[in-house]
Every structure is written in structure tokens, then in C-alpha cells.
């Protein structure tokens, strides 16, 4: 492959010596403790993977500390998953608990595998985006510091996805985890048509909504936005700062429920909105930590092994989800969108 000086580097010359020897031969992988999986080639060569629960945003310090435990006991082998947890990657079994010795003593949790609570995946929140209608991190900290037991061990029903994002336009998993938290703007964006006169390209700015609530203006050389089509997603703040959707006194969160990516047992499946709002109450999200909190709970105690969220609630009935959890079901929760026919609920039959 010819070498060139610009995107990332060819991922295979980074891989540990044991997975390059064993690249597409491999028999399968168990699960010897919580966050610990071992995986087994064709040639009966091993490699142990230890999962440790990690913020998404780290300094340079943390790096520095980890890349020294890589150094150490795994030969430098490390890799960061899709959900900001930290893989420490070794063929050496006699290596493993010293390491988890090691990162305990660190204070960095090992689990996060199997049928656990694993990191949250979360979006940028207002460390960085444009658009958030709350935080990320701050809420993602909040959450599992209520949740963190749940981290380490592997006696939930399965797996427990939980997903952020701080507003609509969703660059987390939040359509589809088992609980979601979104960050939802509830009020029409501000038109400044000063801003947008000078430096704003109309025509993007029109095409930006996906609802079609934006239309030029030509007598103020500006936009006008129909409110009722609005859903409030904020793209097109993103196209424009003269479209300020930030509100702080509207912007909240919502929490939805049932989505997952996996095909097993059942098809993937979307998430459904069941607490339309929620206020931002920074730093600790006390009524989101205990929302999520709430739902977590009631699945443990009622859904069957091997129930995602989702799974339970199709088999026991949405109006028996709201019961057991005693969230107040609300008329935003019902899917009205006008494209959604395929997802419509069309049964007269009900479950309480």
C-alpha cells in the first residue's frame, strides 16, 4: 500500500502480534469475570481484553498514565471502543490481574462486559457544540456516578446500553439504546436578520430544515420560521448564528426507552419517548439521575434473563411500563409524526 502523509494511519500496522497471527481466525471469545473476555484462534493462541470504564473528554496526564500501564503490562497494546471505555490488550494470562491490580489502584473501574451496565456514549455537550439543548458530560458523569455499581458486575437481565445526546440532531446512539437521555430545545429558533444578512447563504439556510418550516424572506433580505412546523432540532443554528435556538429556561431533557442495534433474538428496534422534559439542573441532574435510576431498576426487578429493555416492555405492554415505573404518561409521548406511518400503533389490544 503506497504511504501517503494525510488521514489515519493503516490501522494494521498498529495491531498486537497475536491478533495479526490470528486476523479472521478466530473460534470464539468467553467471558472469564466482569470486564475480563478471552479470545481463542484457530491456532489456540489466546488474547485477553480488559475493559476499564473511561470519560470521553481526558487530559494528557490520563493518557500519559494509561499508556504507562499499557507499557508495562501489556507490551503498549491499548485501544478506546466506540463507547469510551479503554481496552488493555495482552496474550499473557499471568499479566491480567496485576494489571487489574494496578488500575484498581488508580481508582479505574474493570467491567463493562457481558451482562453489565457499560459506558455511556455521549455527544459533545457545551464543552464544544453549538446546539446543545443541555450537557453531555456533565449528565454522562451524573448518570454513572449513580449507576457505577452496575459497572462492575455481570447479574443484569443483559446488556445495558445507555446513550447521550444534547439536542435532536442526535451524534449519539440515542435512537437506539435500551435508555436514552436527549437534550430537547421547546421553543422556535430567534430570527436575527441583521446576522443573517451579513454573512448567511439563504438558500442552505432553507434547505437545512428537515421539516420545511424555514422560508426566505425577501423584504427583510432574511428567513421567516413557521413555529408549527418547527421541531426545534436547531440545524439550522448550524447553518446560521443568527438562528439562536438556546433557550435556558425551555431547554430540558427527555428520556426514551427500547432501542438496540443487535439483531439477537429480536430485530433492532428504535427508542420511544416516555418523559417528554425534564429541566436542566447542572451540576447533578438530580431528576435525571433519578429518572434513569427509576427505569434501570424496574427492569432488574421484572424483565426475565435475558430481556434488553426494550424486550421486556414489548412482552409485558407498554401501558404496564408506565405502571410499574409510575412515570405519568403524556400525549407527547404518542408517535404522531407524519412520516411514521410504518411505526404507527394500529392494535386496539392494550396490557395493563
Not at 473528554?57 to 466506540?82: M, N, P, Q
Request: hydrophobic fraction near 35%; include cysteine.
Amino acid at each position: 500500500m503506497a504511504k501517503i502523509d494525510i488521514g489515519p494511519p493503516d490501522y494494521r500496522n498498529n495491531l498486537p502480534p497475536v491478533i495479526k497471527a490470528n486476523y479472521g481466525k478466530w473460534r470464539y471469545h468467553e467471558q472469564v469475570k466482569p470486564g475480563v473476555l478471552k479470545h481463542v484462534g484457530e491456532s489456540g493462541d489466546a488474547l485477553y481484553s480488559i475493559r476499564v470504564g473511561s470519560p470521553r473528554l481526558v487530559s494528557i496526564d490520563f493518557i500519559r498514565d494509561i499508556c504507562k500501564l499499557a507499557d508495562e503490562y501489556c507490551d503498549g497494546y491499548l485501544r478506546f471502543t466506540s463507547r469510551n471505555n479503554i481496552e488493555f490488550l495482552t496474550g499473557d494470562e499471568s499479566r491480567v490481574e496485576p494489571l487489574i491490580a494496578a488500575l484498581n489502584a488508580k481508582g479505574l473501574p474493570v467491567g463493562g462486559t457481558g451482562k453489565s451496565l457499560s459506558n455511556i456514549v455521549h455527544t459533545q455537550g457545551w464543552v464544544h457544540c453549538h446546539t446543545p439543548a443541555t450537557d453531555a458530560s456533565g449528565i454522562v458523569k451524573a448518570v454513572m456516578d449513580d449507576l457505577y455499581d452496575y459497572f462492575s458486575v455481570d447479574n443484569l437481565p443483559n446488556k445495558l446500553r445507555i446513550a447521550m445526546a444534547c439536542c435532536l440532531n442526535m451524534c449519539g446512539a440515542v435512537h437506539c439504546s435500551d435508555i436514552a437521555i436527549l437534550g430537547v430545545h421547546r421553543t422556535a429558533p430567534i430570527v436575527h436578520d441583521d446576522i443573517i444578512q451579513k454573512g448567511t447563504e439563504i438558500p442552505t439556510l432553507v434547505a437545512s430544515c428537515p421539516t420545511g418550516a424555514i422560508r426566505p424572506n425577501p423584504k427583510t433580505k432574511s428567513v421567516v420560521v413557521n413555529e408549527e412546523r418547527c421541531m426545534y432540532c436547531g440545524n439550522c443554528y448550524t447553518m446560521s448564528p443568527g438562528m439562536e435556538i438556546l433557550d435556558a429556561k425551555n431547554d430540558g431533557v427527555a428520556i426514551l426507552v427500547g432501542g438496540k442495534v443487535s439483531n439477537a433474538r429480536t430485530a433492532p428496534s428504535f427508542s420511544r419517548l416516555v418523559i417528554p422534559f425534564l429541566p436542566n439542573n447542572p451540576p447533578r441532574w438530580p431528576e435525571v439521575t433519578d429518572a434513569v435510576r427509576n427505569i434501570v431498576e424496574t427492569w432488574i426487578r421484572y424483565a426475565r434473563n435475558g430481556e434488553r429493555v426494550g424486550e421486556w416492555i414489548e412482552r409485558i405492554g407498554w401501558e404496564r411500563f408506565f405502571t410499574l415505573t409510575n412515570i405519568p404518561f403524556s400525549d407527547k409521548c404518542i408517535d404522531d409524526y407524519i412520516f411514521s406511518r410504518e411505526t404507527f400503533r394500529t392494535t386496539a389490544a392494550f396490557k395493563y
